[in-house]
C-alpha cells in the first residue's frame, strides 16, 4: 500500500485530493511524453516534503502547458508548475478518445512486468501457438483464483498462456504466503500449484524465492483484490473472467491496438 500512501501524501500536501475513478480501456497506446524545454522543471519543494525526500520514479511535461506528469512506482498523478496543487486523475484526449493517464498506467505496467521475466513466473501454456499472454497476481486461497485455475486447459486451448505471478492478499509471511513460497519451492510448480489450488496440502519448503518481491510489485502496479490480469497492453482486469468471455475480450483490445496503430 506503500505508494498510495505516498500518493494520497503528495495530494493531501497541495490540497487536491480526488476520487479514484475507474479509467475506461485504453484505444491507443500511450504518446511519450514529450522532453521538457531546457532548464523547465516544476517546483518540487512540496512535493518532497510530501514524500520525505522521497524521489519520484519520473517527472514529465503534459501536453497541458505547465502540468507536469509524476510517477510513483506505477502510480501516475500531475504537478502544477509552481509545485502548489496536485491532481489525480485521467487525462482524457477528446480528439482521439484516448485516455492518456490509463495508456501511460498501462506502459508502466508493461514495462515492470517484462522486468521479472517468464523465468520468476508459474507458467501454464498451450500445447499449440499462443495467441495471447496474460498474466496474473493471483492468491493461493482466493476462491475466484481456484475457480479460474480449475479452468486452466479450456484457457490453454483458447491459446491462452497463464503467467502466474504471487500476491498473498493477507500479506508476507501469513499462510497464503506461506503456500505460494512451497509452490514455487516445489520441485514441479505446476503441478504444486494445482495441488495447493485445489486446497490439498503441499509440502512446506522454503527457499530463494521471489514471492515478497511480487507481492510489493502488485501493491506498487495497484492490485487490491485477486485475480487481478494483466493483459499484453499493460491493461489490468480485476476479477475472474470465464475462458470464452476473455478471449474475446483479448481479440477485440487487440483489434482496437491494430486499428489505433494504423490511425493517420
Not at 105 to 118: D, F, P, T
Request: proline share 7%; aromatic share 4%; charged share 25%.
Amino acid at each position: 500500500m506503500r505508494n498510495l500512501l505516498l500518493v494520497a501524501a503528495v495530494l493531501h500536501a497541495a490540497g487536491a485530493l480526488a476520487a479514484d475513478s475507474t479509467p475506461s480501456p485504453a484505444a491507443v497506446p500511450a504518446a511519450a511524453p514529450t522532453a521538457a524545454p531546457s532548464g523547465k522543471q516544476p517546483d518540487l519543494t512540496r512535493l518532497q516534503e510530501a514524500l520525505n525526500g522521497e524521489k519520484p520514479d519520473g517527472i514529465a511535461p503534459t501536453a497541458i502547458p505547465g502540468l507536469y506528469e509524476v510517477v510513483l512506482g506505477g502510480q501516475v498523478l500531475y504537478l502544477s508548475e509552481d509545485g502548489r496543487f496536485a491532481v489525480q486523475g485521467d487525462i482524457i484526449d477528446l480528439g482521439s478518445r484516448a485516455n492518456l493517464t490509463e495508456n501511460r498506467r498501462g506502459e508502466l505496467r508493461g514495462k515492470a512486468i517484462a522486468a521479472v521475466g517468464e523465468n520468476n513466473m508459474v507458467v501454464f501454456a498451450p500445447e499449440g501457438p499462443v495467441k495471447h499472454t496474460v498474466t496474473i497476481f493471483t492468491d493461493i486461497d482466493c476462491g475466484y483464483c481456484r475457480k479460474m485455475h480449475s479452468q486452466i486447459a479450456d484457457y490453454n486451448k483458447e491459446g491462452i498462456k497463464i503467467r502466474y505471478l504471487m500476491f498473498p492478499r493477507e500479506g508476507i509471511g501469513s499462510e497464503s504466503f506461506k503456500k505460494a513460497v512451497a509452490v514455487w519451492c516445489a520441485d514441479n510448480r505446476q503441478e504444486a500449484m494445482t495441488k495447493a489450488k485445489r486446497g490439498e496440502s503441499v509440502e512446506p519448503r522454503t527457499c530463494d524465492n521471489p514471492v515478497q518481491a511480487q507481492y510489493e510489485l502488485g501493491d506498487k502496479l495497484g492490485v487490491r483484490g485477486t485475480p487481478s490480469m494483466i493483459l499484453e497492453s499493460g491493461e489490468m482486469l480485476p476479477g475472474y473472467m470465464p475462458p470464452a468471455q476473455l478471449t474475446r475480450l483479448l481479440a477485440e483490445t487487440r483489434d482496437k491496438t491494430v486499428r489505433a496503430a494504423a490511425r493517420p
